[in-house]
C-alpha cells in the first residue's frame, strides 16, 4: 500500500447534537461507507484521524467498503510512511 490514502472518519453521536439529516455531521457521514442515517439520532461530530476512542479506518482501492484497518495501524505499518515517535 501506497501512496494517499482513503479514510473513512467515526461518526460521533452526544445528545447536543444535531438530529437525522439536519446534521451536517450526518450529511458528510452518508459518503462513509457502511453508514446508515438514523433519523431519530443525534449526530455531533465527525472525527477523522487516529484518536483511540474512534480512529479513521482505511477504505480499501474500492471505495464502497473500508478494509477495516484503524489508521494508526496502517501509518506504523507502512515501511514508506515518515512519522515521529
Avoid: I
Wanted: glycine content about 10%; proline content about 7%; aromatic content about 10%.
Amino acid at each position: 500500500m501506497s501512496g494517499v490514502f482513503r479514510l473513512a472518519g467515526a461518526v460521533q453521536e452526544y445528545a447536543w447534537g444535531k438530529v437525522g439529516a439536519s446534521s451536517k455531521v450526518a450529511q458528510y457521514a452518508q459518503a462513509t461507507p457502511g453508514f446508515a442515517l438514523d433519523n431519530d439520532k443525534p449526530y455531533a461530530e465527525l472525527w477523522m484521524g487516529t484518536h483511540p476512542s474512534a480512529p479513521s479506518t482505511v477504505l480499501s482501492a474500492n471505495v464502497c467498503k473500508t478494509t477495516g484497518e484503524p489508521g494508526t495501524d496502517m501509518l506504523f505499518n507502512t515501511p514508506t510512511t515518515e512519522h515521529a515517535h
